[in-house]
Each structure stands twice: as structure tokens, then as C-alpha cells.
């Protein structure tokens, strides 16, 4: 039998019960321990955590980052690397032979390891209209890694190393419907609004992140968002969805890419300066105002990530 690499996963569940048989079987063929850190689920997701040998802990949830950290701090993990993956994602199989053959042979001085992302969308896999590959840090050297507070867009930040990239795909592929989905993206919406209103305002007093175009896949795609949020209201959603529909080829995906970008591209990103020009309207640009507004009709302290 094949020894597992020393290699922790991290998974955060609410109500995964349709996901997490999936994510567990991926993740253990290459994982000698699986850690479940769960917001207090009402359906089977204890159970099925149990039945795969994961340790479970419960932490009421704040947001992701919080979540993340939390488990970091207090999940006691003993092994040498960490992958984070959430419960409607698991490993390709090409993916699952890499870490096996290369993890352990690492050089001491990566402490990060981006992997591809390969999103579904109506059950098939989503390569055209910028959607692949997206790299993200996914894996790293125990005790290396904490998650950045943000509203939206958080990612996993490195204290120290070199970075490298192993090949496969980590598939995202959420079974839920169009409603669910359109009703998690008006929520996602509110906070994105925050979040680009806190790079203006400065709410919650804290470091800007700074992309770069010459930097990694992850910073060049926030450079790029930096510049996206300079353009007007309302024109920018417009320009992104022809960027990524024509330009990209999303229109090679065939109908699934018509709703996809038509959503994800369209209606979410318009959706998301609707609500600031709402949040505008009714609070000007005074930003003790805006701290106001999003309390009253959000119940969100902004000057917090929450």
C-alpha cells in the first residue's frame, strides 16, 4: 500500500451532507489526516465526517478567513503540509498522483504550492472565457500559511518562502441549483460592495493589497481588479462580461457559457455597483454615513471584517 503523504486537509462545512462524501474520498487517497471544522450543521455532515475518519471541531462562523484561522490555531496538525479544500471541491486524479510523487521531494525553501482550479458549471467543466486555469495557493508547509481578512476574495498569504505549482486540478463543482445560486451571489454582492468601498474609504484601517501584472497569477488577477474598479458605474460590468464572453471565448462553451457569463460576469457584477450607487444614494460619500447605511440595512459593522 501506498504511504500517505504527510498531509493534513483542511475542510470547512455548513449543511455538506450532498458534497462531503465526494471531497472525502478525493482527499483520502493522499491525505493521512482530514480536519472538518463545521459551523454547526442540522443535516448528515457530522455523520459522514465521522464515517471517514475526519476529526471534527465546531466553531460558530464568522466569516472564511476567521474560520480558517481559527482552525489553524486550534486544530492541532502534525503534519508536514496543509491543503485547504472546501466541501464541494475535490482532486482530479492527476492531481492526487502529484502529490503523492512530488510533495515529498519538495525543497525545503517552498513553503506554498498553487494549485489549478477547474470550476463545473451544469455538471461540465468551464476551460473557456478566462475561467482556466486559475491558480491558487492551496497547499503549504505546516505553520506557514494564515488566511487574509477581507470581505470578499480572501486568500491564503505565506509568512516566508518560495512558492511552486504542482499539476492537476482542484474541481469546484457545487450540485446545488440556479436558485441557490443566484440567492449566495446577492449575499456575495452586498459584500463585495463593502469590499471595494473599504479600498476607497478605508473602513477597517487596514493594509491595501497591492497587485502586480508582472507578479503570480493570483496578484496579476487582483492588479487587474484594481484596474476594473477604476472604470465608471455600470460601464464596467458591461466591458468585463464582452472581455470575457467575446474575447476569451466564453462563447465556446455553448449555452452553459452564455448563462455563465450572462450571471457570473453580467447580472452579478452589475449587481454588485447597484448596490453601491443604492449605498450612495441613500448615504452620500460621506464614509461615517456609509458605515451607518450598511449597519442599518445590513446589520454589518464595516469598520470590521465580518
Known sequence: MTKQPSLTAFVLTYNEEQHLQRCLNSLKKVCSAIVVIDSFSTDSTLEIALAHGARIY????????TQINWGIKNAEIDTDWVIRVDA?????????????????????????????????FFNKPLKKGGMYPIWHLKLWRNGMAQCEQRWMDERMKLASGETTTLEGDLIDHNLNNLTWWTQKHNSYAT???IDILDKI???TNSDTV???????AEE?????????????????PILFWFVRYFLQGGFLEGKRGFIWNALQCGWYRFLVDAKIYEAYKYAGKDKENLIAYFK???GYDITKIG
Open 210 to 216: 497591492v497587485g502586480r501584472f508582472w507578479g503570480t
Open 88 to 120: 464541494d471541491e475535490y482532486l482530479s486524479d492527476e492531481l492526487i498522483t502529484t502529490i503523492h510523487t512530488k510533495l515529498p521531494s519538495i525543497k525545503k525553501e517552498v513553503t506554498g504550492i498553487r494549485i489549478k482550479r477547474l470550476m463545473y
Open 191 to 193: 459584500r463585495e460592495a
Open 58 to 65: 465546531q466553531h460558530a462562523f464568522e466569516n472564511h478567513a
Open 220 to 236: 496579476r488577477r487582483r492588479w487587474l481588479k484594481q484596474r476594473y474598479l477604476k472604470l465608471p458605474l455600470f460601464i464596467r
Open 296 to 298: 442599518k440595512e445590513y
Open 201 to 203: 474609504y478605508n473602513f
